[in-house]
Structures are given as C-alpha cells and as structure tokens.
C-alpha cells in the first residue's frame, strides 16, 4: 500500500513537472494609470509589455510614447511611434478626469488615489487564447468586461452607474471583442517574432533562504534572476507539502529583465527544531527543481532585513515605471484594461462613466 501510494504521488509529480516545464504562454499587454496631481509622480502613466518584459512607456511629463527594448526599436517604424503618442496624449485628459470622477464616486475629497485601465490577451503554445479589459481604482477591482456576454461586470455599487452605460455601447463592445480575440493575438505573434531570441531564452533562478527568530519565525524563499515569468514555489514538511501559513507574494520584475518571486512561510520556532522544511523551486529552465532545507539555526536579522528592503526598492522602481497591479479579486486577474474614461458622458467610442 505504502509503496504504491508513493509510486502513485511520484507519477502525479512528474506528470506535472514536465507539463509545467514544457507548456508556454505568452502575453501582450498595457497598463494605464492616472494618479492624482500634486505627488512628484506622473499624472497619467502607460506601460507595454510582451511576456511580463517592458516594450514601450509614456507619462505625462514626457509626453512621448517610446521603445524599451532594442528589438521593439528595430521593427516598429517611426510613424506607429508618432501615432501611439497621440492617442496616449488623448488619452491622458480622460484620465484626468477619471480620478475626479471616481473620487466623487466614493466621496473623497482629498487624498492620493489612482485609476487603472488594463486590456491585453494570451496566447498558449497549444493555439488556445484569452483577452482581457478591466479598471480597476485605488488597488481594488472596478469593473470588467465579459467577452463572452459582451456586457460589464460591476463588482461595487459605484461601478453601476458605469456598467448601466457601457452595456449599451455595442458597437464599442463588438469593437474591443475583435481587438482582444484577434486584433490583439496578430500583434503579440508580431512581437514574439521580433524578440524571439530575447522572449524564448531560459535563465535558472537563483535561490535563497533567510530566516527571522521570533515566537513565529518566518522563513523567506527568495528565487530571482529567472526567465521565463512563470515559476511555481512550495513547501514541504518533513517530505508532505505545506498550504497553510504560506504567503505567496507576486511576481516582481528585475532591472536587466528577469524576474524575481518570495515566499513566506510561518511557522512556530519548535517546529523548525523539530521537523525538517524545505522550500522547492520549479522552472521551466531547470531539469529538476531545485531544493533548500531550512537551516535549523537561522539567518541572521541583517540578512533578511536587507533582502525585504532590497524587495521594497524594486517596488518602487515597479511603480514608478508605472507598472501598478491591483489585488487578484473575483476574476482571478493580472493587470488592468483599455477603454477611454470615467469623466463626462460621451459617444460609444470612449467608456465614460
């Protein structure tokens, strides 16, 4: 029984092991921000991006859309360039006017508080893809647009107002269902031909483990310098894997285009003396995961403290390059979509709220 439960579990393992190492999915997305005035910080950001690697950028200071990638610079003439800066320099006055909008929505009167738009799609190396468009405001969901209904989900009453309107923009709606479903997928083909040697290469992940003494001890599993985005980390308990008190923390970006992941588990400090855990790293550029155990002694407070301030900074670089995502509510989401606004009423080219 036991030796057969274990040949079972192993076959489960390495069935998805080699699934996740060899399935592919690529992404094409924008991200739009406004913020409001008066913070140092841009108005009104747009930040591009193909498999989680930044393309292209605006704000509103520059006011200039521009490549972030040579191998962008090289394909895309210097017209798209001029025309995507025009419609950023447009769309910079809705979301001016979003922020206030939505601010009245929630009365608020003063504070900081931003507004986002993501819309972008994906595309499986099986041929399978997906779109997406939704707002979101001050970190929460706002509203989402369903392609198979055609129709706005409003997850808060404030969105209702938006959702009563939008639904009957069908032109607008047929519009976006076109760009996700097809339009959408031509570019992000486009731009994995451009960087393929850049979007197709793999880097190992470097691994780390730092740990705090405390009552509760947490155990920090840092990877980083990976590529691809996709990485998986779990723990394990004495050979059994660990799903409660794990903090799984989001996938940040790193400066030379690579990517770095934590997580955090918690767990009392006899129970470290006492059982042997372990942190387990899976990546598409390795052939077998890679595995820590847990020291039994401990880190000490520098280390870690330096490692989360190091995470913080690269948070910040994050958000003033204008990548802010939003929390994973209901639609299981990742970064937010395009329409035009939350301002004044207007024609079924624009989302006005």
Same mark, same amino acid.
């Given at each position: 029984?036991?030796?057969?439960?274990?040949?079972?579990?192993?076959?489960?393992?390495?069935?998805?092991? !080699?699934?996740?190492?060899?399935?592919?999915?690529? +992404?094409?997305?924008?991200?739009?921000?406004?913020?409001?005035?008066?913070?140092?910080?841009?108005?009104?950001?747009?930040?591009?991006?193909?498999?989680?690697?930044?393309?292209?950028?605006?704000?509103?200071?520059?006011?200039?859309?521009?490549?972030?990638?040579?191998?962008?610079?090289?394909?895309?003439?210097?017209?798209?360039?001029?025309?995507?800066?025009?419609?950023?320099?447009?769309?910079?006055?809705?979301?001016?006017?979003?922020?206030?909008?939505?601010?009245?929505?929630?009365?608020?009167? $003063?504070?900081?508080?931003?507004?986002?738009?993501?819309?972008?799609?994906?595309? &499986?190396? &099986?041929?399978?893809?997906?779109?997406? $468009?939704?707002?979101?405001?001050?970190? /929460?969901?706002?509203?989402?647009?369903? !392609?198979?209904?055609?129709?706005?989900?409003?997850?808060?009453?404030?969105?209702?107002?938006?959702?009563?309107?939008?639904?009957?923009?069908?032109?607008?709606?047929?519009?976006?269902?076109?760009?996700?479903?097809?339009?959408?997928?031509?570019?992000?083909?486009?731009?994995?031909?451009?960087?393929?040697?850049? !979007?197709?290469?793999?880097?190992?992940?470097?691994?780390?483990?730092?740990?705090?003494?405390?009552?509760?001890?947490?155990?920090?599993?840092?990877?980083?310098?990976?590529?691809?985005?996709?990485?998986?980390?779990?723990?394990?308990?004495?050979?059994?894997?660990?799903?409660? &008190?794990?903090?799984?923390?989001?996938?940040?970006?790193?400066?030379?285009?690579?990517?770095?992941?934590?997580?955090?588990?918690?767990?009392?400090?006899? /129970?470290?003396?006492?059982?042997?855990? +372990?942190?387990?790293?899976?990546?598409?550029?390795?052939?077998? /995961?890679?595995?820590?155990?847990?020291?039994?002694?401990?880190? +000490?407070?520098?280390?870690?403290?330096?490692?989360?301030?190091?995470?913080?900074?690269?948070?910040?670089?994050?958000?003033?390059?204008?990548?802010?995502?939003?929390?994973? $509510?209901?639609?299981?989401?990742?970064?937010?979509?395009?329409?035009?606004?939350?301002?004044?009423?207007?024609?079924?080219?624009?989302?006005?709220?």
């Amino acid at each position: 029984m036991c030796r057969c439960s274990a040949v079972i579990k192993a076959l489960i393992f390495l069935t998805f092991f !080699l699934h996740f190492s060899s399935a592919v999915t690529h +992404t094409l997305q924008h991200v739009l921000t406004g913020v409001t005035p008066g913070i140092n910080f841009p108005e009104f950001t747009v930040v591009g991006q193909v498999d989680g690697q930044q393309i292209d950028y605006y704000d509103s200071e520059i006011r200039e859309m521009i490549p972030k990638t040579e191998w962008i610079q090289k394909n895309v003439g210097d017209d798209s360039w001029s025309d995507e800066t025009q419609f950023r320099q447009g769309y910079q006055e809705i979301f001016k006017s979003n922020v206030g909008t939505a601010m009245q929505r929630f009365n608020q009167t $003063k504070g900081v508080h931003t507004i986002q738009q993501m819309y972008g799609c994906e595309l &499986d190396d &099986d041929g399978t893809t997906r779109g997406y $468009k939704q707002w979101g405001y001050d970190g /929460e969901d706002f509203i989402t647009f369903d !392609l198979k209904t055609l129709t706005w989900i409003a997850p808060t009453p404030q969105a209702l107002i938006s959702k009563n309107k939008w639904d009957y923009y069908t032109d607008f709606n047929n519009y976006w269902k076109n760009y996700l479903e097809n339009i959408c997928i031509e570019w992000l083909k486009k731009h994995l031909t451009y960087g393929r040697e850049t !979007l197709e290469r793999k880097v190992r992940p470097e691994m780390s483990l730092f740990q705090k003494e405390a009552t509760y001890s947490e155990v920090v599993c840092h990877a980083t310098g990976f590529f691809p985005k996709a990485v998986m980390i779990t723990w394990q308990k004495d050979g059994e894997d660990v799903h409660e &008190d794990v903090d799984l923390r989001e996938t940040l970006p790193n400066q030379d285009g690579s990517f770095q992941k934590r997580s955090i588990l918690k767990v009392p400090a006899e /129970e470290l003396q006492k059982h042997t855990y +372990t942190c387990v790293v899976q990546h598409s550029s390795l052939e077998k /995961e890679l595995v820590r155990e847990v020291p039994k002694g401990g880190a +000490t407070i520098g280390v870690i403290v330096g490692v989360i301030a190091a995470v913080i900074a690269l948070v910040i670089v994050t958000v003033v390059a204008g990548i802010v995502i939003w929390k994973k $509510k209901n639609f299981g989401f990742k970064p937010v979509a395009q329409n035009s606004a939350l301002a004044s009423e207007g024609n079924s080219s624009s989302n006005n709220s």
